[in-house]
C-alpha cells in the first residue's frame, strides 16, 4: 500500500482529449488477467497539459473502449508530463498477495521439508545397516522360533 501511497503523490490527475484512435488498433486491447474487473481498453492519441504547463501529445489506453475523437479521458501523468501506466486494482492487488503468500511459504518450507527427509532416509538406512551387522555375526537363529511352542 506504501508503494501506491507514493506513486499517487508522483503522478498528477489529467483530463486529456481523445484526438483520433492510435494506428493499428482496429480492435480494443483486452487484459486477459482482468477482462471481469475492467473491461476492454483502447488505445487513442490524446492531448493534454503536463503539469508544468506545456502541451502534450501521445498514446495512451482508454478506459472506454468506445472513447471517440474529441472526448476526454482522465489519466494520470508523471513529473515530466508522460502518461503514467495505470495502476493495480486493490483487489487484484489482495488477490496476488493471496497467492503469493502460499507460494513464498512453499518456497520456504519446501528445501526445509526436503533436507529433514533426506536426514530422516539417512538415520533409517544406517540404522537397517547396524540391525543387518549384529544379526550377521550373532549367526543363524536357532532357537524356538515358528514352533508353535
Not at 21 to 26: E, I, K, L, V
Not at 52 to 81: I, Q
Not at 96 to 124: Q, W
Request: proline residues 8%; positive net charge.
Amino acid at each position: 500500500m506504501r508503494d501506491r501511497a507514493e506513486a499517487r503523490a508522483r503522478h498528477h490527475a489529467t483530463t486529456a482529449v481523445v484526438v483520433r484512435p492510435a494506428p493499428g488498433a482496429a480492435r480494443p486491447v483486452t487484459a486477459p488477467e482482468s477482462a471481469a474487473e475492467q473491461g476492454s481498453r483502447a488505445s487513442v492519441v490524446t492531448r493534454r497539459k503536463a503539469p508544468d504547463g506545456t502541451a502534450r501529445s501521445g498514446t495512451v489506453t482508454a478506459s472506454s473502449p468506445s472513447a471517440r475523437s474529441g472526448s476526454k479521458v482522465e489519466l494520470r501523468t508523471g513529473p515530466d508530463g508522460r502518461a503514467a501506466p495505470h495502476g493495480r486494482p486493490t483487489a487484484r492487488a489482495h488477490a496476488h498477495a493471496v497467492r503469493a503468500g502460499p507460494g513464498m511459504a512453499l518456497l520456504t518450507a519446501g528445501p526445509a521439508e526436503g533436507g529433514r527427509r533426506l536426514a530422516v532416509r539417512s538415520m533409517t538406512r544406517r540404522r537397517y545397516a547396524r540391525i543387518d551387522r549384529a544379526r550377521a555375526e550373532a549367526g543363524p537363529d536357532r532357537g524356538r522360533t515358528g514352533t508353535r511352542s
